[in-house]
């Protein structure tokens, strides 16, 4: 059974950068996805990467400050995000497509979900 494991969520302060990574076992490659859901509100997309890593999608509010990379030869996912916004607070998911189209960025279209790991920005 194919597992995705999240890590690198932390605290920190506006302004600052964390890098979360996910963990995708099995060497099956997929499109990867990132998501984020705040309390009361629905899960977001945050950025999506192709299976070779040549496509990058990413919503409005992150273009400039996150970076979405993968590591095929460890099968891994990180997010490096950069200049931390309060309103960037959420629980962070990593996901797996496993369609032939990468880039989607509607969460019922990923096929496996990380268990998430909370990001934490401070005003």
């Known amino acids: 059974q194919v597992q995705l494991v999240e890590s690198g969520g932390g605290l920190v302060q506006a302004g600052g950068s964390l890098r979360l990574s996910c963990e995708v076992s099995g060497r099956t490659l997929y499109n990867m996805g990132w998501f984020r859901q705040a309390p009361g509100k629905e899960r977001e997309f945050v950025a999506a990467?192709?299976?070779?890593?040549?496509?990058?999608y990413y919503v409005d509010s992150v273009k400039g400050r996150f970076i979405i990379s993968r590591d095929n030869a460890k099968n891994t996912v990180d997010l490096q995000m950069n200049s931390l916004k309060p309103e960037d607070t959420a629980v962070y998911y990593c996901a797996a497509d496993r369609n032939i189209a990468g880039g989607q960025r509607e969460a019922w279209k990923y096929d496996l979900w990380g268990q998430g790991t909370q990001v934490t920005v401070s005003s």
């Open positions: 990467i192709s299976r070779s890593g040549a496509g990058r």
